[in-house]
């Protein structure tokens, strides 16, 4: 039976993250219809606070699909790739590897560029296979494997080429600075539940003039009725029905990104840093290290630990949920190998990880581990909030 136990619940998951207090808060406020004027003047604001937040050209077009981000993922290709378009997608894990499926089913030839479990997309493979390529698609940080891809150092690849360039945003956006202008993005999306601790069921996402351009010369319409660029742009900027739109997702999703900015990415950036640094300082001793090798290659938002020999990954994680506590362990060939720890939006703070703390120390019989965790907060605090 459900039972509504999860008030005090601590999700650590690599997203969904626990919803900002604002946000949780806008939910509760009453239905308003999809074309009424404080709507729109809601949804302008969410599209100005989106531009920041990636980092576009002026007046870029950007907007919500009502889905989750994998509707982002599929929105890209289903506008931007027509039948015998050749793709070249960066694939060192399983959101890359999605990102190739959905283009092949949109008709792409697919080129995969990949690299060993556990690293980086090496930009000179993107370069040797470039040659009459008409989109180039990454993903930003991979959270099947917590590596960041060089996205700045293959955007200049991509830029001498003429192809269009799709990232993966869901990892990254919202919680440091994006710079879609400056790398020459021409489409980026996330997800509402990943760094910005909004409810899920949106996928906001950047489109730049040039990918309009390649969409507007299309030979066909897209297959994907739902999420046409030319239909959301009769919504999002003409102001007439297209379908929808879910309202209170809006008003939360509004909230969320608002507090972001307000922190400030570069803030963000800093706590994400600083709550890794406890935790990996905190848990080596106890034997965990990090996954990802080269420290350039770590993705801040999802701290990949590799556990210690003889751990009982699913025994202790079945524990801690009958405490409470969320935790994801690894995805295929990882499985049983690592932790994926969530440190995206609002779980990058030191009280939810206190209480993983607390409780492993117990389920481990490591008594020290607690005042380790509360010593290391002191030494990276600086101006991280104890909360
Ligand atoms: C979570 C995630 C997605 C998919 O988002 P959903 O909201 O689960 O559809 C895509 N890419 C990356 C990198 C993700 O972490």
Redesign the pocket.
């Known amino acids: 039976m459900f039972e509504d136990t999860h008030d005090e619940h601590v999700l650590l998951t690599?997203?969904p993250t626990p919803i900002h207090p604002k946000a949780q808060k806008a939910l509760m406020r009453n239905m308003l219809g999809h074309m009424d004027p404080e709507v729109f003047a809601l949804n302008s604001e969410i599209q100005n606070d989106l531009r920041v937040m990636y980092g576009t050209e002026e007046g870029a077009f950007t907007a919500l699909l009502a889905g989750?981000?994998?509707l982002g993922?599929e929105a890209g290709f289903a506008n931007l790739v027509e039948a015998g378009d050749e793709v070249l997608v960066c694939a060192n894990g399983s959101?890359g590897r999605r990102m190739a499926e959905m283009a092949a089913r949109y008709g792409a030839k697919v080129r995969l560029v990949t690299a060993p479990l556990g690293e980086a997309i090496n930009p000179a493979d993107v370069a040797a296979h470039i040659d009459g390529v008409n989109m180039v698609a990454v993903?930003h940080?991979?959270?099947s494997t917590g590596v960041l891809n060089p996205v700045p150092e293959i955007a200049e690849i991509v830029r001498h080429s003429g192809a269009l360039f799709t990232v993966?945003a869901?990892?990254t956006a919202g919680m440091e600075p994006f710079k879609m202008k400056d790398w020459g993005v021409d489409y980026a999306y996330t997800?509402a539940?990943?760094c910005l601790s909004a409810p899920?069921g949106l996928a906001p996402i950047a489109v730049s003039e040039r990918a309009f351009a390649r969409f507007a010369a299309r030979r066909s319409p897209t297959p994907l009725w739902y999420c046409d660029l030319d239909g959301l742009k009769d919504y999002w900027v003409e102001h007439t029905y297209h379908h929808t739109v879910p309202v209170n997702l809006h008003y939360a999703f509004h909230a969320a990104l608002r507090a972001a900015l307000e922190e400030g990415l570069e803030q963000r950036q800093r706590r994400v840093r600083q709550m890794g640094r406890v935790i990996s300082r905190t848990l080596e001793p106890f034997g965990f290290s990090h996954y990802v090798k080269r420290e350039a290659e770590r993705l801040p938002t999802v701290l990949a630990l590799r556990l210690p020999e003889g751990f009982d990954d699913a025994g202790i994680r079945k524990a801690l949920r009958q405490r409470e506590i969320s935790v994801t362990g690894g995805l295929g060939p990882t499985a049983g190998v690592i932790w994926r720890l969530g440190l995206m939006g609002e779980s990058a703070r030191p009280a939810p990880y206190r209480k993983l703390m607390v409780a492993l120390s117990d389920l481990l019989g490591e008594p020290s581990l607690v005042g380790r965790f509360d010593d290391v907060v002191q030494q990276e605090a600086g101006e991280l909030a104890l909360s």
Do not use: A
């Open positions: 690599p997203g989750t981000g994998s993922m959101f993903v940080g991979e959270t993966d869901v990892t997800g539940q990943k899920p």
